[in-house]
């Protein structure tokens, strides 16, 4: 199978199921984002320590990332397509909670706004929730033209928590200060 097939060199793209939108489409900028993220999952993963996050862990949610793009590229009246498998992440949003509370334990309270900094998995975690968040922003504005399954918004709502844990936990592990704001007079 060749990479390429000259579909796309009109600017259009094709969704799961035949349709044919315009590459500056909200729904391709949202998937586009998810693709965005799940590459720095993978940074993220060359760089997290086990006692925060297991490699296994981190490789779900780059599996769960998948589905959520395949979700997004799907139109709604086409959903049926993705079968069981492609419609449902994973890691459902009470185990996340329960590993955010569990990364929240490894490091000390918050006193302050934390930066990203620190450790250079801590540093990935932050990049990887920002990104996160914008995801999360498009998927928001593409529900306001189209109906969108409500989990890809609180799975990545979610997600930005955990990473926002994984980064300080990373740092407490690693025995290295949080980076915190202090305002300036």
Not at 50 to 55: F, L, M, N, V
Not at 123 to 143: F, I
């Given at each position: 199978m060749k990479l390429y097939t000259r579909t796309g060199d009109d600017g259009s793209s094709g969704l799961f199921g035949g349709d044919r939108v315009s590459k500056s489409h909200l729904r391709l900028g949202a998937y586009g984002t998810l693709d965005e993220l799940n590459s720095i999952m993978g940074l993220l993963r060359?760089?997290?320590?086990?006692?925060?996050?297991?490699?296994?862990?981190?490789?779900?949610?780059?599996?769960?990332?998948?589905?959520?793009?395949?979700?997004?590229?799907?139109?709604?009246?086409k959903q049926a397509l993705l079968g069981a498998r492609m419609s449902t992440p994973t890691w459902g949003l009470a185990d996340m909670e329960q590993d955010i509370d569990r990364l929240t334990a490894l490091a000390p309270p918050m006193t302050a706004f934390v930066?990203?900094?620190?450790?250079?998995?801590?540093?990935?975690?932050?990049?990887?929730?920002?990104?996160?968040?914008?995801?999360?922003?498009?998927?928001?504005?593409?529900?306001?033209?189209?109906?969108?399954?409500?989990?890809?918004?609180?799975?990545?709502?979610?997600?930005?928590?955990?990473?926002?844990?994984?980064?300080?936990?990373?740092?407490?592990?690693?025995?290295v200060e949080d980076v915190m704001w202090v305002a300036k007079d």
């Open positions: 060359l760089h997290a320590t086990p006692a925060c996050a297991t490699d296994e862990a981190l490789q779900r949610v780059q599996h769960d990332l998948f589905v959520l793009g395949a979700i997004l590229a799907t139109p709604a009246d930066l990203p900094g620190g450790t250079s998995a801590s540093a990935h975690a932050h990049h990887a929730r920002t990104v996160c968040r914008r995801a999360e922003r498009e998927v928001v504005t593409l529900t306001q033209s189209e109906p969108m399954n409500p989990v890809v918004v609180s799975y990545l709502n979610r997600l930005s928590d955990w990473l926002f844990a994984l980064a300080r936990a990373e740092n407490a592990v690693a025995g």
